[in-house]
């Protein structure tokens, strides 16, 4: 189950997520977020979009609780953000703060993607 902080000023009775900060954002921990399918297909999905997208507007083949995982580590890790609008979670890269903190990374890995994508289609 997500953890949450207390409501924030700006949105009394919101529930808001906990996000690592910035500086708590770990190498290691960016890439063991990447490196399952799903959450790569989460990622990538965000990053076409440039924008925010519900859970539901990502399909993925995998029960819901099995979604959760995948966005609750993404989030934990410093991949995305995550925030309730109403009753929808809407997810975001952190890209900013990605390439920030490690430069070409997302970038290399979206592209990788793509090309395995091409290799293996034939």
Known sequence: MPTTTPP???RPGARVLDHP?????????????LADP?????????????GEL?????ELPVS????THHYRVLREHGVITQIYR?????NGLRRADLDALFPGLLERVLEAAELQDARLAG
């Open 54 to 58: 519900s859970c539901a507007g990502i």
């Open 8 to 10: 924030s000023a700006d």
């Open 64 to 67: 819901k609780s099995t979604c």
């Open 38 to 50: 799903m959450r790569l297909r989460i990622v990538r999905c965000l990053a076409e979009a440039q």
């Open 21 to 33: 900060d910035v500086t708590a954002i770990r190498l290691e921990d960016v890439l063991h977020a």
């Open 86 to 90: 109403g009753t929808a979670k809407m």
